[in-house]
């Protein structure tokens, strides 16, 4: 195939497989899911009649979903292990190619309608549909072709069984074909009853890069090597970590997760390993400790480059010899567990400062993880998005919806603080929406409440918060870096001055800044950063001044779009005395041409105490 058409055909298939993710965790009909997978495949790629199988539990294989079928007609078709074409993908969990189904003896036809195609020759792609492991059904396509077998087979099996392993993680019940239809039902109530623990299925992801993260979660799932999971702060370590088990074996068994960052030495050995009565001042009785109680399940050590040194001698023994003993005990427990760890320091550089045991490293760095910043796949906030409007809605009884221009907004930023800024952002933007629809109004970064241009804030002062901004001191481990946060500027915000150059990054990987998209670097909006008040706003919101305080007060702007905001010890002029807070608020909001960090300054409060007490008089907020 010609280089330009196979890259357009890729692209096709990318496409596809987006929409296939998209359909698949759209809706909560199994069966309509599938015909609508199927559809999916006939209208982008011409895969014609397209059959999806699921087992029963009897180890029979039903037809669930096919093109063309009706419902009866597709309950009447099953295919025995071994039987047939199907019945062999089913055994032998191998894919099959039948080039011309005319000449195949093994073909059965039972699901008929092959009898039109006169001329055409028909060939067969079935592939197995797998989940955790084990075959759970088949998925069969169809292609017609006028010429005879058009021989790129092997591209569509890849292409198939990408679309088999998402509808594995779709289906995951071992028996949801017994009865179609009224496993249909089952499948929604299990799909909305099951617990928040991340199943996989709760793990969006559209993006390329993250489809190969997932693709190696179902490789690594089955066995019982040690993960190590990477990536910045808010990337979905965590989740990725119990999607791993729920995909185990070892899914029945218990999860259990250690912070290793929250706990002293002390106490993180006693968490760990568990004590004798006695052990320490206040044990008062035997207590298992988590490598016990994961015993046969999955042990997640989250953080695990912030344990100690002399923590780590003690954690490579357990993981060398899988047997430990209990803090004060003399007993040799032996251990089963399936170790994750994760973190987001750079433990290469930590090795480099003596801060992390190479033993240690190359214990538990077995398969890697690397789970991509959120800038860096852009493709899923969409989708993130909208996964995180149906939560909320779901979680608080209600029905919300967000606007495309709110999703576009949300498409220009950078988010340092990946998928978890994402979620807070709109679960922010969720409770100031009062009609249940999200717009960009909404959104922290139109309101100057965004977190992470305080953040910026701190950053550009050389400060270092939490475990979001790197740390800066000689000697300190990185983390893997955030992103520089773009906040976007919303349609109607003025040009502000050039961003101040951010504090230089110790030498190292990832010391780059990205560029914002939505263009901040060049000259942000005061929402970015750049046009806020010097002194970092506080994160917790501070209560309103008393109407009756005595304001800051400050010149009047030459300019209520370009001019910084004035300094706060002038008086201006035609500032009122006296009046109520909403009079004053209302003079200020004017006066600065409705930005709300400049009236802030004017009147000696804080941006955040604007805007809340913008909403709490019902001040409509005037847009130019
Ligand atoms: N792909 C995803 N699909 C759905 N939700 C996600 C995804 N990735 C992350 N999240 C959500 O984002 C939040 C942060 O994820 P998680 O706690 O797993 O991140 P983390 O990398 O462990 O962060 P940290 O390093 O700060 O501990 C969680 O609420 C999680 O459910
Ligand atoms: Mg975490």
Redesign the pocket.
């Known amino acids: 195939m010609p280089g330009a058409m196979r890259q357009s055909t890729s692209n096709l298939e990318l496409l596809t497989i987006y929409e296939v993710s998209k359909i698949l965790g759209s809706s909560l009909d199994l069966q309509q899911t599938l015909r609508e997978v199927l559809r999916a495949l006939a209208y982008q790629l011409q895969m014609h009649r397209g059959r999806v199988y699921l087992v029963g539990e009897d180890n029979v294989l039903r037809l669930v979903a096919a093109n063309g079928l009706s419902n009866e007609a597709a309950a009447q078709i099953e295919f025995r292990d071994g039987e047939g074409i199907t019945g062999r993908i089913l055994k032998t969990g191998m894919p099959a190619v039948v080039p011309n189904l005319a000449e195949e003896p093994l073909f059965l036809n039972r699901t008929g309608g092959r009898e039109d195609l006169d001329e055409q020759v028909a060939s067969l792609v079935g592939v197995p549909i797998k989940a955790a492991g084990v075959v759970v059904g088949v998925l069969t396509i169809d292609r017609i072709s006028d010429e005879g077998p058009q021989g790129h087979f092997g591209s569509d099996v890849r292409f198939l069984t990408m679309v088999a392993n998402l509808i594995g993680q779709t289906v995951r019940l071992p028996h949801v074909a017994e009865e179609p239809l009224r496993d249909a039902e089952t499948f929604r109530m299990q799909k909305e009853l099951r617990p928040i623990a991340?199943p996989i299925n709760?793990?969006?992801?559209t993006s390329p890069n993250?489809l190969e993260v997932m693709a190696q979660v179902h490789r690594v799932a089955p066995f019982k090597s040690t993960v190590l999971i990477r990536?910045e702060?808010?990337?979905?370590?965590?989740?990725i970590a119990r999607a791993i088990h729920n995909m185990s074996p070892r899914k029945d068994a218990p999860f259990i997760r250690v912070n290793c960052a929250a706990l002293p030495e002390s106490l993180l050995e006693s968490e760990l390993f568990g004590h004798e009565k006695g052990a320490f001042t206040g044990a008062q009785k035997d207590h298992k400790g988590r490598f016990e109680l994961a015993s046969g399940g999955t042990l997640f050590l989250?953080e695990i480059g912030d344990i100690s040194p002399n923590f780590q001698a003690k954690l490579l023994r357990v993981l060398q010899e899988q047997e430990f003993e209990r803090v004060g005990g003399s007993k040799t427990i032996k251990t089963d567990v399936r170790l994750i760890c994760?973190t987001?320091l750079n433990l290469e550089e930590a090795i480099g400062h003596g801060k992390f045991r190479a033993d240690l490293y190359f214990r538990i760095n077995v398969v890697t993880i690397h789970?991509p910043p959120l800038r860096e796949r852009r493709q899923?906030i969409g989708p993130?998005a909208r996964?995180f409007v149906a939560k909320f809605a779901k979680d608080n009884g209600m029905t919300l919806v967000m606007e495309d221009e709110a999703l576009e907004v949300l498409n220009r930023c950078t988010w340092p603080g990946n998928?978890?800024e994402l979620?807070n952002c709109i679960e922010r933007a969720a409770t100031q929406s009062r009609d249940g629809i999200i717009r960009t109004e909404s959104l922290s970064c139109s309101l100057n409440l965004c977190n992470s241009s305080v953040l910026f804030q701190y950053r550009t002062l050389g400060a270092s918060v939490g475990?979001l901004a790197p740390s800066m001191g000689p000697g300190s481990v990185n983390r893997v870096p955030p992103g520089r946060p773009g906040v976007p500027a919303p349609a109607n915000a003025p040009k502000a001055p050039a961003m101040p150059a951010p504090v230089p990054e110790p030498a190292g990987a990832g010391s780059a800044w990205p560029a914002c998209a939505s263009g901040c670097s060049a000259g942000p909006s005061p929402v970015c950063g750049a046009a806020q008040p010097a002194v970092p706003v506080p994160l917790i919101p501070l209560p309103l001044p008393e109407p009756s305080a005595p304001a800051a007060a400050a010149p009047a702007p030459t300019s209520v779009t370009n001019a910084a905001p004035p300094p706060a010890a002038e008086v201006p002029l035609d500032e009122p005395e006296s009046g109520s807070l909403r009079d004053r608020l209302l003079w200020a909001m004017e006066r600065t041409g409705w930005v709300q960090a400049k009236a802030a300054r004017l009147l000696g409060m804080t941006t955040r105490q604007v805007s809340y007490a913008l909403r709490k008089y019902n001040i409509e907020i005037k847009r130019f």
């Open positions: 991340a709760d793990v969006v992801c993250m990536g702060s808010g990337t979905g370590k965590e989740l989250d994760a987001n789970l899923d993130l996964h998928v978890r979620e475990g």
